[in-house]
Each structure stands twice: as structure tokens, then as C-alpha cells.
């Protein structure tokens, strides 16, 4: 019993205190592998999800199809290939450290608490926290909220704040979005919060897009960002100057109108404070 | 590996608070599914081995349909699927209370009662059916003799593959996070929201869950000691 009991304390303070011969970077691991394997989103359009032709697209799919993965080939000097797997927000951290996935591309939100965890790389995208109702709903933002019914994506920074601003609010968690939306069609909910234009997105997709609306001010900051394992600046950097590239060519801007523009199914115009703030991010040559 | 463990994590802040909510959500909801998996399970598993075709039909029925869909299903369909055929009022009034914690109730214990059966009717046909006639012969109706003889009988011999059946229980109340219960595997999920340690949060739910499982199999072992029948059980070692 003891020895067995020896044999376990070992195991986990091996585990827990071990830090294998630090694994190559990212970079090393790409080269050997040609593939950049990301995590992403399959129901979060229009940044990431499986399309009517069953076609797994998105813009930050777009994003990583032709600014990040360029500036890998141009850094690397071969062409690389692109993975996508599946991610969801309790799990994407973890397939980050694993060595499961390189980025984390999909709605992200960049927090300080998240960056003791994991790198982001530069904002790629501004939104805040809004929510969706039913179009007869007398809810109309946040000060609307104590004792309703909010459902939730789990492991999502709007939860952590409801929590925190309407302790009163009964919050309802759910893993996906489309078990959310099942919620508040059913009235199990009375109303669903998730970052704004991830609300219009699901609006759009909606089988009666206008039995729905979305409300409210902005009642959180949500810069999305890629995400990618800690202390790795060589890919990191490779990571930023795809994006870069794509806001200074104006790529960024066509790539935009595709999935927000008037035309697109979720039209989400850009402010001139963000398209600034984007400008701005773009470091010199 | 790049990842920094701050195990901290899980006893700093409100984290030690929602691990116990999380673990009072399992108990709760698992002990409640556990009482109508086991009345639902020694009914229709004592149903499906008396002479009558009807009540063994309808036996069977409950079980094959019950455990042969995922249990993922039964917790999306006591959640989005039977709400919509209650009256208005009563939706509404469940809505308010709690509606998802009764339909995982539902859904864990329906569910687990259609295995449960299956382990009482095991149990039931390793009588010796001369019992059966014995207690018949001595005046005793069908039904007196399964509640007075056979039943307290099987219940005693099935103890280890009902423990198994009830951990099974106990682990399987995960799933109700699907449809938004706070309960254990959830709260650790919290714990890596606000911390984004998603390592440090999974070995706390996974020490509690073993923790909980080992120290309810400990317990059942004398149970078994305590009720096993001289005789009819031969005991290795």
C-alpha cells in the first residue's frame, strides 16, 4: 500500500512540476509537419461555421486562409496546409497546451486573465455583448434583466458579467449556441446574450430572421483575437504580420464586406473608430 | 509543454464555493435520479420475469426504447421536447423552477431505470424457480410472493452490478450541463472561465468524481458483506 501510494505521489508531482524538455516552437513544428492546424468554431457565423453546403467557412476561417497562412509559407519557404478542428470555448485552451491545434481561430474574446494562459495575437475584430429576444419582448438591454430568464454560452466572458452586474438575473448556461437559441425559441429563456454580432449572425440564420431582435448597448468589450500557446514570439510574430498584411492591403476590408457588408446575410457596418483602431495596430515595416 | 499550473487556482476566489455547488448539484440531482431508477427498475425488472405476457411486453418496451437511445438525446428531449406539450400555466410555472434540473432528473433517471431493470431481472432468474413455487404453494398471490420472497431475494444478490449501475449514475449526471444544470462538471468549467486554468479546474472535478465513486463502492462492499445470503453466494478469498 505504501509503495503504491509512492508510486502515485511520484506520478503527480511529475506531472504537475515537469516541464518536458521544452518541445520546438510552432514554427519547427510546422515546417516538419506543413500543416497549421487550427481550432475553430463549427455554429458561430459568420466568423466560423459549417454552411448549408456543408462547407466549414467563416471569416476568421478567411482570415487565416489568406493572411496567416501566406505569411507562414513566405517565412517558412514551402507551402503550408491548413487543419481545422473543432474547438469550443472550455476546450480550446487546453487544446492549445496540448499541442492539439497552433491558433485559435474562431470568437475568442482576449482578456488579461486568459493572456496568463495563452498569447493573442492583434485584434482582429470588435464587438460587445448584447442580447437576442423574441420581437414582442419588452426586455431591452441589460437594465432590463433582473429576474429574466438569460441563457449563456458557457465559458463565455458575457456570462461572467451578467453574474456580476445582475446577480439577480437567473443565468442559464449552455455549451453551444444552437441549444441556447433551441431555449429561448421554447421560452425556457427569455432572453440570450453572446457577443453582438454573433446575436446577428444567429438572427440571420434563423429560420424567421425578423421574429427576432437584438437589443441593448454594448455592455461589454469583446476584442477578438488568435490564440496561441505562450512564449512562442517567432510565430507569434508570423501570426501578426499576416494580419497585418491583410488591414494594410485592404484585403481585410474586402474580406469584411463578404461577411458584414450590406450584401452579406449578417450586415454589421464597420465604425470608423474601429476601422482606425485597426489601422492603427499595424506596425511599420 | 508551455503550460504554467497554478493550482492556486482551486482554492483562491469564489472557486472553492463553486466546486461545492457543483458537487451539492451531482449529489442532489443523482440521488433523485437514483430513487426513480430504482423503482423503476425493480418494477419492470420484476415485470418482465412474472407469467403474464402483458406486463412482460410492456416491460420490455420501457426498456429496449429507454436504453437504447444516448442518454444525450433523453436529456435534450425532457428539456426541449416535452415542455411544449404541457398546458401554458404549468410550462411557465417550470420555466421558473428550475425546469432543466427536472428534466435531467428525468431523463438520468428513466434512463438508468431501464438499465437498472435489466440488473434486477438478472438477478431475479438466478433464483431457482422452485422458490417461485415454493412461496405459490404456500397460499401466497404472484404479487405477495415477489414483494415478500423474490424481489428481497434478487435485491440482495444483485448488489455489485447495481453499484456499478449507480456510479454509472452518478458520473453520467455530467451530461446535464448540455442543457445548462450547474452542476459539478460544470462548475469546474466556470472555474476555467474566470481563470482560464482548464487543467488545474478538470484534476479537481476528476479527484471529486473519484473521490465520490471510490467512497460509494467502499460502502456498498459491506453492504454486500452485510446482506449476502450464506449459501447461496460462494465468496473467493
Not at chain 1, 507562414?72 to 492539439?100: C, D, F, Q, V, Y
Amino acid at each position: 500500500m505504501k509503495r503504491l501510494f509512492a508510486l502515485v505521489l511520484t506520478l503527480a508531482l511529475g506531472l504537475a512540476t515537469s516541464t518536458p524538455a521544452r518541445a520546438e516552437g510552432t514554427l519547427d513544428k510546422i515546417n516538419q509537419s506543413g500543416v497549421l492546424v487550427i481550432g475553430t468554431r463549427t455554429a458561430s457565423p459568420p466568423f466560423a461555421f459549417v454552411n448549408k453546403n456543408n462547407e466549414w467557412v467563416g471569416f476568421s476561417i478567411d482570415l487565416v486562409e489568406q493572411g496567416v497562412l501566406p505569411s507562414l509559407s513566405r517565412k517558412l519557404g514551402k507551402p503550408i496546409k491548413l487543419e481545422k478542428k473543432e474547438s469550443t470555448p472550455p476546450t480550446r485552451i487546453p487544446l492549445l497546451t496540448s499541442n492539439a491545434v497552433d491558433l485559435i481561430a474562431g470568437t475568442m474574446t482576449d482578456t488579461r486573465t486568459r493572456r496568463d494562459s495563452v498569447d493573442f495575437s492583434i485584434t482582429f475584430f470588435v464587438t460587445g455583448a448584447q442580447f437576442l429576444v423574441k420581437r414582442s419582448s419588452p426586455i431591452k438591454g441589460i437594465e432590463s434583466i433582473a429576474g429574466k430568464r438569460v441563457a449563456a454560452q458557457q465559458g463565455s466572458t458575457n456570462a461572467k458579467i451578467i453574474r456580476e452586474r445582475v446577480p439577480t438575473a437567473k443565468l442559464q448556461e449552455f455549451p453551444d449556441q444552437p441549444a441556447a437559441f433551441q431555449a429561448l425559441t421554447q421560452g425556457q429563456v427569455d432572453a440570450y446574450t453572446n457577443d453582438g454580432i454573433q446575436l446577428y449572425g444567429l438572427k440571420a440564420k434563423a429560420p424567421k430572421p425578423d421574429d427576432w431582435k437584438v437589443v441593448g448597448d454594448f455592455f461589454s468589450y469583446e476584442p477578438y483575437g488568435m490564440a496561441m500557446r505562450k512564449n512562442d514570439s517567432d510565430f507569434r510574430a508570423a501570426v501578426n504580420n499576416g494580419l497585418m498584411e491583410l488591414i494594410e492591403s485592404g484585403k481585410y476590408l474586402e474580406l469584411y464586406d463578404k461577411w458584414f457588408g450590406p450584401k452579406s446575410e449578417t450586415p454589421y457596418p464597420l465604425t470608423p473608430e474601429n476601422k482606425r483602431f485597426l489601422i492603427m495596430q499595424v506596425v511599420p515595416k | 509543454m508551455s503550460y504554467q499550473f497554478n493550482w492556486s487556482v482551486l482554492w483562491s476566489g469564489q472557486s472553492g464555493g463553486w466546486l461545492l455547488q457543483g458537487l451539492l448539484t451531482t449529489l442532489e440531482l443523482s440521488a433523485l435520479a437514483w430513487v426513480l431508477a430504482a423503482a423503476l427498475g425493480i418494477t419492470s425488472g420484476a415485470m418482465r420475469t412474472v407469467p403474464w405476457r402483458p406486463l412482460r411486453a410492456l416491460a420490455t418496451l420501457y426498456v429496449e426504447f429507454f436504453r437504447n437511445v444516448p442518454l444525450l438525446v433523453w436529456m435534450f428531449f425532457w428539456y426541449f421536447g416535452v415542455p411544449p406539450l404541457l398546458p401554458m400555466t404549468i410550462r411557465e410555472w417550470l420555466f421558473d423552477h428550475e425546469a432543466e434540473f427536472w428534466a435531467a432528473m428525468f431523463a438520468l433517471g428513466v434512463y438508468h431505470g431501464a438499465r437498472m431493470a435489466e440488473v434486477i431481472r438478472s438477478g431475479i432468474q438466478s433464483i431457482p424457480r422452485t422458490q417461485f413455487e415454493a412461496s405459490v404453494a404456500m397460499g401466497l398471490t404472484t404479487f405477495q410472493a415477489y414483494r415478500l420472497i423474490i424481489v428481497p431475494i434478487a435485491l440482495r444478490l444483485i448488489v455489485p452490478p447495481a453499484t456499478n449501475e449507480s456510479l454509472n449514475l452518478l458520473k453520467n449526471s455530467s451530461v446535464a450541463l448540455t442543457i445548462s444544470v450547474a452542476e459539478l462538471t460544470f462548475q469546474t468549467r466556470q472555474i476555467e472561465t474566470y481563470t482560464a486554468k482548464a487543467i488545474e479546474a478538470l484534476t479537481a472535478g476528476t479527484l471529486i468524481y473519484l473521490v465520490l465513486c471510490v467512497g460509494i463502492a467502499t460502502v456498498m462492499a459491506r453492504v454486500e458483506r452485510r446482506f449476502a445470503i450464506p449459501g447461496l453466494i460462494a465468496r473467493g478469498g
